[in-house]
């Protein structure tokens, strides 16, 4: 188990935070704090993303100096799934965040329970 | 023949660039962008359905031109062809049942970003449907999440934006949860296309090499996609969403959105995971015993509801219970049943929706028990309807629901070891079923003496014929089952 964990620590961060993120974006009933659960969550998919595809010593996936070996480079598809899911996750922001503005302009509060509570008296 | 190949390809991208081009379109001009480009993708559908049943082929399409384990490809097989035209036949429907309450209920400036939206799900739902991909689905599954937002939100009142946000929440927790779940996947396999993965899996698989992350990695990918599709525990969205907006977001949202992620699960079973593989993984038993409990609790919430909309809500987390209960039975014969469910649950519960609106013009626009008495003399067509959509639901021969719970009862039978819990839970279910829809039936047929607003079938006519289609295809799923059945048969050998 220890030199495993050594060996994959940055892999194990990564979990963590998903698991700090994800408690946040399911337990809070602040919807500013669920939004930056959200993007904890987000982020450490992407830092797992980013370590799977490194390769120690080698670098950035562009030609340069002609040099078109397969062991120069790391391993670039992780790295484009990083950029589509962060295009993804920020739209998804956008939209929460969008929605958290027009709730507040609404009831002036940003706690989910006390909304619901507020709608139950209107009883729309 | 070549240029049927593409079809699939066309079917998406007429969807999403007729959202696109509606963002600049008149209000009536989007309506018809949107009405013609279902018609078309019917149609492209159907001819691809015709083709495959004829050739017995499955069409592979490289995206970009590259080849396999390098490029994104689309897949259509029998059954991917054939839940596109039901997808689009149950959108055309839902949208022209909908559309006189979408102009009372939604500002007319909005109408264009309806459509918009509506093109956009289409689009995501048909590329759910077809993708070969695993990245590609999940950036589909986003989009689609997206989109089903945008439509909960469209009729703008407190109750909508509070249900978006709910939606939202549970929605990327469960994306959150498949996208780790790819992420491990593509980690372990090196791959992102779904055929390459599976080889990659299966002799990962009797290797015995990554006997944990592989178990996690199925239960990442079954619970995201299962919170995504609300089943039991992660339904609390469902009643303020399906209840509160507008009539025709609630009837896609309800038979298609939740449909579809339920379809790239069965989908990543056959494969990705390898149906072997996932049923030797004990996940599956946790699905079984989740959707039991679905059944179940769904029905008893529905029960207790007092709002006819918010009760037809409740009763789509049961039937969404009953596919997971199939798909936890794990032998084809049930996950032909589940399958089976989806489209009678997409062609009943939209239909319920269509209908109920009906029944609630015509009591001052009210949904509650005490004022829908009697509206069913008021308003014919959409009671008859109603009352339709109600029997099916309950099981009673002759309609669609008949024939998914036979075929649920038949394929618990024939697994041994999960007979007895999944055949006492249909009967318990069926009960609560009939308590909840035949008390609203005959509520809706109690006579009153108050003179209320009257509807006849010459004063809105396309929502008539909407009815009309709605019940005629209830029918035929019922009378018609046994190709239905043989046809979703030869589709789930054509995923091996």
Same mark, same amino acid.
């Given at each position: 188990m220890g030199p495993n964990l050594w060996a994959n620590f940055g892999e194990a961060v990564s979990m963590i935070l998903f698991c700090i993120g994800f408690a946040n974006l399911l337990l809070h009933k602040n919807l500013i704090k669920k939004i930056i659960g959200l993007n904890i969550m987000d982020s450490s998919i992407y830092l797992f993303l980013a370590l799977k595809g490194y390769i120690a010593g080698h670098t950035v996936p562009i030609v340069v &100096?002609? @040099?078109?070996? @397969? &062991?120069?480079?790391?391993?670039p598809i992780p790295s484009g799934l990083v950029l589509t899911g962060i295009v993804v996750s920020v739209s998804v922001t956008a939209l929460m965040l969008s929605l958290t503005i027009r709730l507040y302009r609404r009831y002036q509060t940003l706690d989910l329970d006390e909304i619901s509570k507020r709608l139950k008296k209107e009883g729309l | 023949m070549d240029f049927i190949c593409n079809f699939p390809f066309f079917s998406i991208m007429i969807s999403m660039f007729s959202g696109i081009v509606s963002a600049v379109l008149s209000r009536k001009a989007a309506k018809w962008l949107n009405l013609i480009s279902i018609w078309v993708i019917w149609f492209l559908s159907a001819v691809l359905l015709y083709y495959i049943f004829g050739t017995g082929e499955i069409i592979v399409y490289k995206m970009g031109h590259f080849p396999a384990p390098w490029g994104n490809e689309i897949r259509a097989g029998l059954l991917e062809a054939g839940l596109a035209l039901f997808f689009c036949s149950i959108m055309l429907l839902s949208m022209t049942g909908g559309r006189k309450k979408l102009m009372g209920e939604?500002? $007319? $400036?909005k109408h264009n970003l309806y459509y918009i939206l509506v093109d956009l799900m289409l689009a995501s739902l048909l590329a759910l449907i077809y993708t070969n991909d695993l990245f590609t689905a999940y950036v589909f599954v986003e989009i689609n999440t997206i989109s089903a937002c945008g439509l909960i939100m469209i009729r703008q009142n407190g109750r909508t934006i509070e249900a978006a946000v709910r939606y939202m929440i549970m929605s990327l927790l469960g994306s959150g949860l498949l996208l780790m779940g790819i992420c491990m996947l593509y980690d372990i396999t090196g791959h992102l296309l779904m055929s390459n993965i599976r080889d990659a899996v299966s002799s990962i698989y009797s290797a015995g090499t990554y006997p944990v992350p592989l178990t996690v990695t199925i239960i990442l990918l079954t619970c995201g996609l299962a919170m995504k599709s609300a089943l039991f525990p992660f339904h609390t969205w469902v009643a303020d969403a399906y209840g509160y907006s507008t009539v025709s977001s609630a009837a896609i949202l309800s038979s298609l959105v939740s449909k579809g992620y339920i379809i790239l699960l069965i989908k990543i079973i056959y494969r990705v995971i390898g149906f072997e593989v996932y049923r030797a993984s004990h996940i599956i038993d946790v699905v079984f015993v989740f959707g039991l409990a679905g059944m179940i609790m769904g029905s008893i919430s529905a029960i207790r509801e007092n709002d006819i909309r918010r009760m037809i809500a409740y009763s789509s987390v049961a039937q969404i219970g009953y596919i997971y209960m199939g798909i936890g039975l794990g032998t084809r014969y049930a996950m032909i049943a589940s399958i089976f469910h989806i489209l009678s649950h997409a062609a009943t519960k939209s239909m319920l929706f269509i209908g109920a609106i009906g029944l609630t013009d015509v009591s001052k626009?009210?949904?509650h028990f005490e004022e829908l008495t009697g509206s069913g003399y008021r308003h014919k067509i959409a009671g008859i309807t109603f009352a339709v959509g109600s029997l099916s639901m309950v099981g009673i021969?002759?309609?669609?629901g008949f024939i998914s719970k036979l075929l649920f009862a038949q394929a618990a039978v024939l697994n041994t070891r999960k007979m007895l819990p999944a055949l006492i839970v249909l009967a318990i279910s069926t009960i609560l079923n009939a308590i909840y829809f035949m008390k609203t039936v005959i509520r809706i047929y109690t006579p009153t003496e108050e003179e209320g607003e009257r509807i006849t079938m010459k004063q809105e006519k396309v929502y008539a014929l909407t009815c009309i289609c709605f019940i005629a295809l209830n029918i035929f799923i019922g009378m018609c089952s046994q190709p239905i059945v043989d046809w979703i048969g030869a589709g789930i050998d054509m995923f091996a």
């Open positions: &100096d002609g @040099v078109q070996s @397969v &062991d120069a480079y790391i391993n | 939604v500002v $007319e $400036e626009g009210s949904r021969p002759l309609f669609s």
